[in-house]
């Protein structure tokens, strides 16, 4: 199975790319560099985990998966981290009002956020800092002044 991309965000104000891509194995949210062409994504600048389809791997297995993007480790995996069928969730995205992080939305709730200043990101999915980013912070997600903002 190839790179699927479950979602994509384009901001007209800030001409940045956000997308949710699916490779099978993992869900990753890309945060890219602005683009003046809304069809064509600039440069990756920021990664968040979003899921696994598959259980969490050992530690010692994570160079089996390169040069993608590895499935997370256990003891870093959140209890929900595997998400085996991710199309059957509704994922949307808003970005902050300056263009620079943006909020990953499962099922209508905030899932994961992904910014300039960490840039590997906060998600539901994991439960220990690492390799594969942050654990869910309410406070990144309340202190940042989203576009359109409704907390969920």
């Known amino acids: 199975m190839g790179d699927e991309v479950l979602v994509c965000a384009y901001s007209e104000d800030n001409h940045r790319h956000a997308m949710l891509v699916d490779d099978g194995i993992t869900g990753i949210l890309y945060l890219h560099a602005p683009s003046d ?83 590997r990101g906060f998600s539901k999915a994991i439960e220990a800092p690492g390799p594969w980013g942050n654990p869910w912070s309410f406070e990144v997600y309340r202190s940042t002044d989203w576009e359109d903002r409704t907390r969920p």
């Open 37 to 119: 062409d809304a069809e064509k994504a600039g440069e990756v600048e920021a990664t968040c985990f979003a899921y696994n389809r598959v259980d969490p791997i050992d530690t010692k297995d994570v160079q089996r998966y390169r040069p993608g993007p590895p499935p997370i480790a256990r003891g870093y995996a959140s209890k929900d981290a595997v998400c085996p069928t991710p199309a059957s969730h509704d994922w949307n995205m808003m970005f902050s009002s300056d263009g620079t992080v943006v909020l990953l939305l499962r099922d209508g709730k905030p899932w994961a956020i992904v910014s300039l200043d960490e840039p």
